[in-house]
Antibody
Framework: QLQESGPGLVKPSETLSLTCTVS??????????WSWIRQSPGKGLEWIGY???????SYNPSLKSRVTIMMDKSKNQFSLRLNSVTAADTAVYYC?????????WGKGTTVTVS | SYVLTQPPSVSVAPGQTATITCGGD??????VHWYQQRPGQAPVLIIR???VRATGIPERFSGSKSGDTASLTISGVAGGDEGDYYC????????????FGGGTNLSVL
């Protein structure tokens, strides 16, 4: 299971920080990628990026300059940081296990930039 | 960047069959995955690798692909099937991007 956590309200120009806690298996599994996805109100799914093998990352080119995804093996968590947020970053943020397909999702957490 | 194209909406009467398409360049060489998102809920994987039903998904849901178009077929549609459906692929360029289609809203008349 995956569970997102973090502030529900972030001020413009500040940094959005979310954590995904993984239960039922190690986040450091060598075959799993761990992704963040978001969904703006009334819009479709947008992939933000993933982390795998603890240190390797890949980001959506449209967000790459503002995004950092990291893994904390000791806590079995991975995290998302999005800098310099604007109202356009208001969305439901999901974390998911990525095996080429996203087979386990968190319930999502709503983040409002205001 | 790679684009997956889905119809914005599909409507079908209860008990009938719904087909949702997903098109993309050279889709024939990519593995397509499908997700269902009911209102207010997180997406759920229903089909992976073009045709494989995910764990616990009823046989009413099936996936197929012909050339550059993948299809999700839902037979015996019921009200509980209403929601948004998304196709997804990995774009295996240098950074392995995850690409979603724009989503299709399924309504049961």
């Amino acid at each position: 299971q995956l569970q997102e956590s973090g502030p529900g309200l972030v001020k413009p120009s500040e940094t959005l920080s979310l954590t995904c806690t993984v239960s039922g298996g190690p986040v450091s599994s060598g075959t799993d990628y761990w992704s963040w996805i978001r969904q703006s109100p009334g819009k479709g799914l947008e992939w933000i990026g993933y982390v795998y093998h603890s240190v390797f990352t890949s980001y959506n080119p449209s967000l790459k300059s503002r995004v950092t995804i990291m893994m904390d093996k000791s806590k079995n968590q991975f995290s998302l940081r999005l800098n310099s947020v604007t109202a356009a970053d208001t969305a439901v943020y999901y974390c998911a296990r990525d095996q080429n397909y996203l087979d386990v999702w968190g319930k999502g957490t709503t983040v409002t930039v205001s | 960047s790679y684009v997956l194209t889905q119809p914005p909406s599909v409507s079908v009467a209860p008990g009938q069959t719904a087909t949702i398409t997903c098109g993309g360049d050279n889709l024939v060489i990519r593995r397509v995955h499908w997700y269902q998102q009911r209102p207010g809920q997180a997406p759920v994987l229903i089909i992976r690798d073009d045709t494989v039903r995910a764990t616990g998904i009823p046989e009413r849901f099936s996936g197929s692909k012909s050339g550059d178009t993948a299809s999700l077929t839902i037979s015996g549609v019921a009200g509980g099937d209403e929601g948004d459906y998304y196709c997804q692929v990995w774009e295996r360029n240098s950074d392995h991007f995850v690409i979603f289609g724009g989503g299709t809203n399924l309504s049961v008349l």
